[in-house]
């Protein structure tokens, strides 16, 4: 147990599927993130949100949709994903944005587009 | 801009000692991190650096040299759980990014 928890922790989904990723933190953190770590690629990352505002959007397509509707939960809903989205996604944690505080990371969500 | 690389893969025996380097090309950061990544697990957190130096922290030891765009984390009296891959972040100025590098896996061998 992280402190993080990531469900569903596989999911295999058609293009022409909608699905929503889960992510839920009781750290009382107040900064959550998503990541994306495909094979041999740094990870990436997707969105920031700080006290439930989304800061930062790092030109991720229109298809990844996210939403923070409060300080401990984080969604990210999927729409007409493409094959070469299939990664893990990584959802984080942290005490305070622009501080200088380590991540605390879930296990993520083992996605699969077919 | 940041470009951080790690060697893909390394190998080592139990009981060893392995040195993972990072080398970074970043214009300014305030720390630099290290994580642990189990095959299907989540990234843990192993150590942070801001100054230069060695930080030590029972059997996993960072340095960090800024001038030398340099840090590395040295895994002393390796043991077979240490096979996983390792992680190096750092967290430009002014941002909350992390900017990860590829990462390393390291195998330990009997």
């Known amino acids: 147990e992280t402190g993080v928890t990531q469900t569903p922790r596989h999911l295999v989904m058609g293009m022409t599927n909608k699905k929503s990723l889960k992510c839920e933190q009781h750290l009382g953190h107040n900064a959550m993130y998503w990541y994306k770590q495909s094979a041999k690629k740094p990870l990436e990352l997707m969105f920031v949100y700080s006290l439930e505002e989304r800061v930062e959007n790092n030109s991720v397509p229109s298809r990844f949709s996210p939403e923070c509707p409060n300080s401990s939960h984080l969604f990210l809903h999927l729409h007409t994903l493409q094959p070469e989205d299939s990664a893990l996604y990584l959802c984080?944690?942290?005490?305070?944005?622009?501080?200088?505080?380590?991540?605390?990371f879930g296990s993520g969500t083992r996605l699969t587009v077919v | 801009g940041q470009n951080i690389d790690q060697p893909t893969e390394m190998t080592a025996t139990e009981g060893a000692i392995v040195q993972i380097n990072c080398t970074y090309q970043?214009?300014?950061?305030?720390?630099l991190f290290w994580y642990q990544q189990h095959a299907g697990e989540a990234p843990t957190f192993l150590s942070y650096n801001v100054l230069d130096g060695l930080e030590e922290k029972g059997r996993f030891s960072s340095f960090l040299s800024r001038s030398k765009g340099y840090s590395y984390l040295l895994l002393k009296e390796l043991q077979m759980k240490d096979s996983a891959s390792y992680l190096c972040a750092v967290r430009p100025y002014n941002t909350d990014k992390l900017i990860f590098g590829t990462g390393t896996r390291l195998q330990v061998f009997p």
């Open positions: 970043t214009s300014g950061f305030n720390g």
């Open positions: 984080a944690s942290s005490q305070a944005w622009g501080a200088d505080y380590g991540y605390t």
